[in-house]
T-cell receptor
Framework: KAGVTQTPRYLIKTRGQQVTLSCSPI?????VSWYQQTPGQGLQFLFE???????NKGNFPGRFSGRQFSNSRSEMNVSTLELGDSALYLC??????????FGPGTRLLVL | GESVGLHLPTLSVQEGDNSIINCAYS??????FIWYKQESGKGPQFIID?????DKRQGQRVTVLLNKTVKHLSLQIAATQPGDSAVYFC???????????FGAGTTVTVRA
């Protein structure tokens, strides 16, 4: 069974731009979660979607948004990028609750 | 807020020895406890999980122990190999949490 896939793997943007990241969950998994990982803050929860509905949201500004499609694929968007948004963005999927399985991440660098 | 934390930020182990990585958690309502391994440049890789109604679970070369009385979780790796060098995270979640809470991680270095 294929794992979680994320595209793109690497991205370089400048301040003020916006970015969209994509995630395809493991087949049969309907929950997709997004996390931000930085050296200073560690792994922080952004939001979680299940059947196209956001069920939980972390403490991030409104510039961070996401959505989920009917095939469970998910996208997250960051608008008006700031230098501090440089991070590894990780997507994880699960059947609905419990253990989550992670993708390889998207490395975002904001210049 | 409640969080999951690891006791030691680094652990150096001789190849062939057993490793023990510890984690303390504070949310007594958590249902799942999970160990992940993250190598440089990669996403966290699932190692093993344990539900709150269990106190021990074994996998291939790994054992997870859960002590709910003192809210402690540990990961034991048998016969540690160079490929085990990585950062190890414990995480916890509840049935209706829909998110993982992570500790800071322990960097394991295996000495040849």
């Amino acid at each position: 069974k294929a794992g979680v896939t994320q595209t793109p793997r690497y991205l370089i943007k400048t301040r003020g731009q916006q970015v969209t990241l994509s995630c395809s969950p493991i087949s049969g998994h309907r929950s997709v979660s997004w996390y931000q990982q930085t050296p200073g803050q560690g792994l922080q929860f952004l939001f979680e979607y299940f059947s196209e509905t956001q069920r939980n949201k972390g403490n991030f500004p409104g510039r961070f948004s996401g959505r989920q499609f009917s095939n469970s694929r998910s996208e997250m968007n960051v608008s008006t990028l700031e230098l501090g948004d440089s991070a590894l963005y990780l997507c994880a999927s699960s059947r609905g609750s419990g253990t989550q399985y992670f993708g390889p991440g998207t490395r975002l660098l904001v210049l | 807020g409640e969080s999951v934390g690891l006791h030691l930020p680094t652990l150096s182990v001789q190849e062939g020895d057993n490793s023990i990585i510890n984690c303390a958690y504070s949310n007594s309502a958590s249902d799942y406890f999970i160990w992940y391994k993250q190598e440089s440049g990669k996403g966290p890789q699932f190692i093993i999980d344990i539900r709150s109604n269990m106190d021990k679970r074994q996998g291939q070369r790994v054992t997870v122990l859960l002590n709910k009385t003192v809210k402690h979780l540990s990961l034991q790796i048998a016969a540690t190999q160079p490929g085990d060098s990585a950062v190890y995270f414990c995480a916890e979640t509840g049935q209706s949490d829909y998110k993982l809470s992570f500790g800071a991680g322990t960097t394991v270095t295996v000495r040849a």
